[in-house]
C-alpha cells in the first residue's frame, strides 16, 4: 500500500486531466494504492487543507477536459517565493516546510507533472529527500529526453486551424497576416504549424530574422503573382542585433518576463517597407486551453499509468518520456540540462525552406 501525491505546475496544457485520470487508474484501481491530489502546483504544499483524496469517481469524465482539475501555478517556486515584507515583497526559501508537509501527509513518492521549471524544482525536492517521479508537459515541446511532450500536438492544431482561417482573409483582402504564436525559447509551434498551415515566413527564437530580407520575400511573392502574405512569428523571436520583446519585466513576483508583442513589432516594421495593409493575431492563450487531441490524450494517458509503475519500481528522480513508439523512463536531469530548441540546420528547416518557406534569414 502506497500514498502518492500528484500536483500540475506552470501553465496549463491540455492532456493534464488524461495524465491525473491515468495516475488514480494505475494507483488506485490497479495497485488498491491512494492518490492525494496537491491544489495549485507547488503552492498546495505550503499550506494544510490544500490537498485531497482523488478516487476513480473524482476523475470520472475528466478524459475529454482542457485544463487541469488540480488547479496550477507558474509563479510559486518553494525554495524562492514571494512573499510581503514591510510593504515589499521578498523572496523565501519555504521547502522545508513543503518536505514537511509532505511526510506528514504520508507521501510515498511525489509525482510532478510539468515542464522544465516545475521539473528543476521537483528535482531540488529530491535532494532533500522526496521520491519524485515527473510527466513532461509544455506546449512549447522544449523538454529534452521525451520525443514530445503532451500538450504539443493540441496547440499545433488550433494554431494550424487558425492559419487556415486567416489564410481566407489574407487572400480575399491581399494583405500581410501576422500570426504570432507561443515559444519562448523555442520555435516548434511556429514552425510545425507554419509549415501545416501553409505559411510564406516563419520567424523563431533560434534563428534572428533580418526585416530587410523578409520583406524582400514578400516583394517577391507579389512580383510572381501572390497577393498576400502569411507570417508566423513565435513570441520569443527576435530581430538581428536585437532583443525580445517583452510585455512585463521579470520582478519578485514574476518569476521569468512575460513576453508578447513581437507580431506588432515585425507587422510596423513591414509596413514601413513595403506597400500593403497588415494585420496582426495574437494567437494566446487559446493554444493553451480547451479539449486535448487524440494523441495528447493517449499520450497523456500512458504517461500517467507508467509514472505509477515507475513508482513502484522505485525509479525515482526518472520521467516518463515517448521514445519512438514507446514510453520509456529517463533521468529528470538530462531532461532539464538544456532547452530543447529548434536546430537551424535541422532537417525540419530545411525542409521548410525548401518548401519555399523563408525564415528570415
Ligand atoms: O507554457 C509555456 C508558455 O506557453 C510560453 O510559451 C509562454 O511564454 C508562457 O507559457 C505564458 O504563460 P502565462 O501567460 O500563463 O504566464
Same mark, same amino acid.
Given at each position: 500500500?502506497?500514498?502518492?501525491? =500528484?500536483?500540475?505546475?506552470?501553465?496549463?496544457?491540455?492532456?493534464?486531466?488524461?495524465?491525473?485520470?491515468?495516475?488514480?487508474?494505475?494507483a488506485v484501481l490497479k495497485r488498491g494504492w491512494e492518490v492525494i491530489g496537491i491544489e495549485d502546483g507547488f503552492d498546495g504544499l505550503l499550506q494544510d @487543507?490544500?490537498?485531497?483524496?482523488?478516487?476513480?469517481?473524482?476523475?470520472?469524465?475528466?478524459?475529454?477536459?482542457?485544463?487541469?482539475?488540480?488547479?496550477?501555478?507558474?509563479?510559486?517556486?518553494?525554495?524562492?517565493?514571494? +512573499?510581503?515584507?514591510?510593504?515589499?515583497?521578498?523572496?523565501?526559501?519555504?521547502?522545508?516546510? =513543503?518536505?514537511?508537509?509532505?511526510?506528514?501527509?504520508?507521501?510515498?513518492?511525489?509525482?510532478?507533472?510539468?515542464?522544465?521549471?516545475?521539473?528543476?524544482?521537483?528535482?531540488?525536492?529530491?535532494?532533500?529527500? =522526496?521520491?519524485?517521479?515527473?510527466v513532461p508537459k509544455t506546449i512549447d515541446n522544449d523538454l529534452m529526453e521525451t520525443d514530445v511532450t503532451f500538450g504539443y500536438n493540441?496547440?499545433?492544431?488550433?494554431?494550424?486551424?487558425?492559419?487556415?482561417?486567416?489564410?481566407?482573409?489574407?487572400?480575399?483582402?491581399?494583405?500581410?497576416?501576422?500570426?504570432?504564436?507561443?515559444?519562448?525559447?523555442?520555435?516548434?509551434?511556429?514552425?510545425? *504549424?507554419?509549415?501545416? @498551415?501553409?505559411?510564406?515566413?516563419?520567424?523563431?527564437?533560434?534563428?534572428?530574422?533580418?526585416? @530587410?530580407?523578409?520583406?524582400?520575400?514578400?516583394?517577391?511573392? #507579389?512580383?510572381?503573382?501572390?497577393?498576400? *502574405?502569411?507570417?508566423? +512569428?513565435?513570441?520569443?523571436?527576435?530581430?538581428?542585433? @536585437?532583443?525580445? =520583446?517583452?510585455?512585463?519585466?521579470?520582478?519578485?513576483?514574476?518569476?521569468?518576463?512575460?513576453?508578447?508583442?513581437?507580431?506588432?513589432?515585425?507587422?510596423?516594421?513591414?509596413?514601413?517597407?513595403?506597400?500593403?495593409?497588415?494585420?496582426?493575431? +495574437?494567437?494566446?492563450?487559446?493554444?493553451?486551453?480547451?479539449?486535448?487531441?487524440?494523441?495528447?490524450?493517449?499520450?497523456? *494517458?500512458?504517461?500517467?499509468?507508467?509514472?505509477?509503475? /515507475?513508482?513502484?519500481?522505485?525509479?525515482?528522480?526518472?520521467?516518463?518520456?515517448?521514445?519512438?513508439?514507446?514510453?520509456? #523512463?529517463?533521468?529528470?536531469?538530462?531532461?532539464?540540462?538544456? /532547452?530543447?530548441?529548434?536546430?537551424?540546420?535541422?532537417?525540419?528547416?530545411?525542409?521548410?525552406?525548401?518548401?519555399?518557406?523563408? /525564415?528570415?534569414?
Amino acid at each position: 500500500m502506497k500514498r502518492i501525491g =500528484v500536483l500540475t505546475g506552470g501553465g496549463d496544457c491540455p492532456g493534464l486531466n488524461a495524465v491525473i485520470r491515468g495516475v488514480v487508474k494505475g494507483a488506485v484501481l490497479k495497485r488498491g494504492w491512494e492518490v492525494i491530489g496537491i491544489e495549485d502546483g507547488f503552492d498546495g504544499l505550503l499550506q494544510d @487543507g490544500r490537498q485531497r483524496n482523488l478516487t476513480p469517481a473524482d476523475v470520472r469524465g475528466i478524459l475529454p477536459r482542457g485544463g487541469t482539475i488540480l488547479g496550477t501555478s507558474n509563479r510559486g517556486n518553494p525554495f524562492s517565493f514571494p +512573499v510581503e515584507r514591510q510593504g515589499g515583497v521578498v523572496n523565501q526559501d519555504l521547502s522545508l516546510q =513543503v518536505v514537511e508537509r509532505i511526510r506528514r501527509l504520508g507521501i510515498d513518492a511525489l509525482i510532478v507533472i510539468g515542464g522544465e521549471g516545475s521539473l528543476k524544482i521537483a528535482m531540488e525536492l529530491m535532494k532533500k529527500g =522526496v521520491p519524485v517521479v515527473g510527466v513532461p508537459k509544455t506546449i512549447d515541446n522544449d523538454l529534452m529526453e521525451t520525443d514530445v511532450t503532451f500538450g504539443y500536438n493540441t496547440a499545433l492544431e488550433t494554431a494550424t486551424y487558425a492559419l487556415d482561417k486567416l489564410h481566407t482573409t489574407a487572400e480575399s483582402h491581399h494583405r500581410i497576416m501576422v500570426m504570432e504564436v507561443m515559444g519562448r525559447y523555442a520555435g516548434w509551434i511556429a514552425l510545425e *504549424s507554419g509549415i501545416a @498551415g501553409g505559411a510564406d515566413i516563419i520567424l523563431i527564437p533560434e534563428i534572428p530574422f533580418r526585416i @530587410g530580407t523578409v520583406c524582400d520575400a514578400i516583394r517577391k511573392r #507579389s512580383a510572381r503573382g501572390s497577393r498576400f *502574405s502569411i507570417v508566423v +512569428v513565435a513570441e520569443g523571436a527576435l530581430p538581428e542585433g @536585437g532583443g525580445r =520583446v517583452v510585455k512585463v519585466t521579470a520582478d519578485a513576483t514574476q518569476a521569468v518576463e512575460r513576453l508578447g508583442g513581437i507580431g506588432d513589432y515585425v507587422a510596423k516594421e513591414l509596413a514601413g517597407c513595403l506597400d500593403m495593409e497588415t494585420r496582426v493575431t +495574437v494567437l494566446g492563450h487559446l493554444q493553451r486551453g480547451g479539449s486535448p487531441s487524440t494523441f495528447d490524450r493517449c499520450l497523456a *494517458s500512458r504517461f500517467g499509468v507508467k509514472s505509477i509503475e /515507475l513508482v513502484e519500481r522505485e525509479e525515482f528522480g526518472c520521467m516518463v518520456a515517448l521514445r519512438g513508439r514507446e514510453i520509456k #523512463s529517463v533521468s529528470i536531469e538530462a531532461a532539464i540540462s538544456r /532547452l530543447k530548441l529548434v536546430d537551424p540546420e535541422g532537417e525540419m528547416v530545411l525542409a521548410a525552406e525548401d518548401l519555399g518557406i523563408m /525564415l528570415g534569414r
